[in-house]
């Protein structure tokens, strides 16, 4: 599931900072409040199909350097409700938060680093509890040099 939100934001996050070096430092804050999204995903501890629905609230904070260097930050909290496809099993609700950042700078190398923590209870009591950190480089001529997801799921 954090996944698919940090792969999604990658080409927002390079929108955002296309465009020419400015001249002097620049920055821009974007609050926004009561997001909902429903989506069809997979228990990420059980790899079950399921709906998830998610609310949130967060922020978006995007800085240029008066050298042209580029860095995102945002984050996202709310609250999670995740419906087995499978009515057999048990449903889950609590909340997550995400924290996601980006940095470009002036030697054309890109770097994005995630978090993502979700704490849930099930419809029977069962609680389940994910813990994910991402990390991806890639350097001016378009190598990756680091790709990375711990996830951790209890």
């Known amino acids: 599931m954090a996944r698919?939100?940090?792969?999604?934001?990658?080409?927002?996050?390079?929108?955002?900072?296309a465009g020419p070096a400015l001249a002097q430092a620049t920055s821009t804050t974007i609050p926004f409040h009561g997001v909902t999204e429903t989506f069809q995903d997979i228990n990420p501890c059980t790899g079950e199909p399921a709906t998830i629905q998610i609310t949130y609230n967060g922020v978006?904070?995007?800085s240029t350097g008066a050298d042209g260097s580029q860095h995102v930050t945002g984050t996202n909290t709310g609250t999670?409700?995740?419906?087995p496809e499978d009515p057999s099993l048990p449903s889950y609700t609590g909340?997550?938060?995400?924290w996601f950042g980006g940095n470009f700078n002036s030697s054309e190398t890109v770097g994005?680093?995630?978090?993502f923590s979700v704490r849930l209870i099930g419809s029977d009591g069962s609680r389940l509890t994910l813990n994910e950190v991402e990390q991806l480089h890639i350097?001016?001529?378009?190598?990756?040099?680091?790709?990375?997801?711990?996830?951790n799921c209890r």
């Open 60 to 62: 978006i904070h995007e």
């Open 80 to 83: 999670v409700v995740l419906t």
């Open 112 to 115: 994005f680093w995630e978090t």
């Open 139 to 151: 350097s001016a001529t378009g190598e990756v040099t680091v790709d990375f997801q711990t996830v």
């Open 4 to 17: 698919k939100l940090f792969l999604l934001l990658v080409p927002l996050l390079l929108g955002l900072m």
């Open 95 to 98: 909340r997550f938060t995400e």
